[in-house]
């Protein structure tokens, strides 16, 4: 194998960028209805505190794992319009989701959106690493 220089991942740190002001939003979001509720710990039986703090959770355990692999794709072939649009996919889907699932438990088009936004582009980017690493084995 040979080694090669990387590149930037200029794409990939736009969208961490953009997605860590989502995820302070969605933090502030929890912090402001902790204290409105006087809840600390846990939702305290507040179903709207409990959404709240779902939507933080659900974008804290899929963003990580996508910007990796995001990330990783940038850095083995550069920034390519792939890189660009996965990373517009997911900003978007992770923004509806957390909008619909702030607002309403139930299923809406906002958490479809953002289900199928967010896994058909780690799903790509997933299958496109796999096919990167196989082709230099």
């Given at each position: 194998?040979?080694?090669?220089?990387?590149?930037?991942?200029?794409?990939?740190?736009?969208?961490?960028?953009?997605?860590?002001?989502?995820?302070?939003?969605?933090?502030?979001?929890?912090?402001?209805?902790?204290?409105?509720?006087?809840?600390?710990?846990?939702?305290?039986?507040?179903?709207?505190?409990?959404?709240?703090?779902?939507?933080?959770?659900?974008?804290?355990?899929?963003?990580?794992?996508?910007?990796?692999?995001?990330?990783?794709?940038?850095?083995?072939?550069?920034?390519?319009?792939?890189?660009?649009?996965?990373?517009g996919v997911?900003?978007?889907?992770?923004?509806?989701?957390?909008?619909?699932?702030?607002?309403?438990?139930?299923?809406?088009?906002?958490?479809?959106?953002?289900?199928?936004?967010?896994?058909?582009?780690?799903?790509?980017?997933?299958?496109?690493?796999?096919?990167?690493?196989?082709?230099?084995?």
């Amino acid at each position: 194998m040979d080694l090669e220089l990387v590149n930037m991942p200029l794409y990939t740190g736009l969208t961490a960028a953009l997605l860590t002001i989502i995820q302070i939003g969605l933090m502030f979001s929890v912090i402001k209805m902790r204290g409105d509720a006087g809840v600390f710990i846990g939702s305290g039986g507040n179903e709207g505190l409990e959404r709240r703090i779902r939507a933080h959770g659900n974008f804290i355990e899929n963003v990580p794992t996508f910007l990796v692999c995001l990330m990783l794709i940038e850095l083995m072939v550069g920034s390519t319009l792939l890189v660009a649009l996965l990373g517009g996919v997911v900003l978007v889907a992770r923004l509806a989701h957390a909008i619909a699932l702030s607002a309403n438990s139930g299923v809406t088009a906002g958490r479809l959106v953002g289900t199928v936004g967010t896994v058909i582009p780690m799903l790509v980017a997933a299958g496109y690493l796999v096919y990167q690493v196989a082709s230099k084995l």
